[in-house]
């Protein structure tokens, strides 16, 4: 199976605008290619993951990324799939993010020896001239035309300033760019961001003419990211800081039953036909492809070592089995208690299983919340010295929340 055909089998391509050239190419190692990532938060999150592994993947064929860091194109804001404007960010944030993705993204691509390049765009958008944009660039674009984008007629309702209106032809400026700098004759983006890389294509064929061959491959990558990515209590991080290495092991367990083998073949590196078996898998035999899905991926983001202390946590929370300390925890001391003894909703709120008090109060009310495996009702119940001290003290609130209590 050629590298192509691999990434159709995962369920990674929708649409590409030449298919016999991009074999040719990704095929034989011959793709200089770029992923974009704009810099709204100081951590990547689960919807970037998608697009690193690609990007491991293709350079493991000989492939050369160029992972594009938004610098420039963060001033404007990407209108794509909201209904509202992103919130402006100063020069400073936008560059302390960029340096934390940087950090992120060497866990993931290679970038010794020129085997990939790390650019941010606002070496380029950032010294622009108004008038050189509008003769040189904007020329080629039709108004009409860019309307009838989806990411702009998602907008049109409520507003599109013309701030955000330029941002199509920024970002096809970065491939324009890329492709005379760097030799990059290839984009990747998800499937939201289809107009804006063939106003890419476009442009470059535009100036630089027929001969100047640029392709452009929608993924699935950036619906599915936004699907996946989101939990009730907001994203998924890749920042262990953010998202704790548990955490993230338990976001993976705890995908739906109809998710669990897409995720492997999108996301995980293990070989097709081991996937393909996995199909065959039914009942509680799917619960251990979330566990193959949750420790293959914490082992790619945080190493091996965390992956396996996620696991024997969560085994040991939900299964009996396993080592206790690797589950998250929360220290208190005698200080914490009055009287030698603390209620419970002050245990939810101390060890952030709740936001507030009234918060935890309902969740005891409407049954959510255990301790020791035990179901508690009682909004009054409260806890001792020696029972905080006891082997394992465990609060558990919904099906996913958890927390282990060490007295010290």
């Known amino acids: 199976m050629t590298l192509y055909d ?3 089998a995962r369920g990674l391509i929708a649409q590409v605008t030449d298919e016999t050239e991009i074999k040719e190419l990704i095929n034989n190692g011959k793709a200089i290619f770029y992923i974009g990532f704009d810099p709204t938060a100081d951590s990547l999150h689960v919807g970037h993951f998608m697009a690193l592994c690609l990007m491991k993947r293709l350079q493991m064929a000989g492939n050369k990324p160029i992972a594009l860091i938004g610098g420039g194109t963060a001033m404007i804001g990407d209108p794509s799939g909201r209904t509202d404007m992103r919130q402006m960010m100063t020069p400073d944030i936008i560059q302390h993010n960029c340096d934390c993705f940087k950090q992120q993204m060497s866990h993931f691509i290679d970038f010794s020896e020129d085997k990939a390049i790390m650019v ?3 070496e380029w958008l950032m010294d622009l001239n ?3 944009v509008l003769r040189e660039v904007g020329a080629h674009f039709s108004v009409n035309r860019m309307l009838t984008a989806e990411c702009y007629k998602q907008r049109m309702e409520k507003g599109l300033s013309f701030l955000e209106f330029n941002y199509m032809i920024m970002q096809s400026y970065d491939f324009y760019t890329l492709f005379q700098k760097y030799g990059c004759n290839m984009q990747f983006g998800g499937d939201d961001q289809w107009s804006n890389m063939l106003g890419g ?3 470059i064929r535009r100036k630089l003419g027929k001969d100047a061959y640029a392709m452009t491959i929608n993924l699935l990558l950036n619906s599915e990211g936004k699907k996946m990515g989101k939990t009730q209590s907001g994203a998924v991080w890749l920042d ?12 993976w367990r705890n995908v739906s039953d109809s998710d669990v083998l897409k995720c ?3 996301l ?3 070989p097709l036909e081991q996937i393909d078996e996995m199909d065959k898998w039914q009942g509680s035999q799917l619960n251990t492809a979330k566990e193959i899905l949750a420790f293959e991926l914490t082992k790619l983001v945080h190493g091996e070592q965390e992956a396996e202390k996620a696991q024997n946590g969560a085994r040991a929370l939900f299964a009996g089995s396993g080592n206790t300390s690797n589950m998250p925890s929360v220290k208190l001391s005698s200080e914490d208690l009055k009287d030698d003894s603390i209620d419970l909703i002050s245990l939810l709120v101390m060890a952030e299983l709740v936001s507030s008090r009234s918060e935890g109060r309902r969740a005891i009310e409407q049954g959510g919340v255990t301790v020791n495996n035990q179901k508690v009702t009682d909004i009054k119940a409260t806890y001792t010295a020696d029972d905080l001290a ?3 003290f465990i609060i558990k609130r919904g099906k996913k929340k958890y927390i282990k209590i060490i007295f010290e």
């Not at 262990?240 to 976001?251: E, L």
Request: charged share 25%.
């Open 120 to 122: 941010n765009n606002a």
């Open 130 to 132: 108004y008038i050189e």
């Open 264 to 266: 492997l073949r999108m």
């Open 268 to 270: 995980t590196f293990l």
């Open 201 to 203: 294509t476009e442009l």
């Open 240 to 251: 262990p800081n953010k998202t704790s290495p548990f955490d993230f092991y338990q976001y």
């Open 6 to 8: 691999e990434l159709v």
């Open 390 to 392: 006891a082997d394992e």
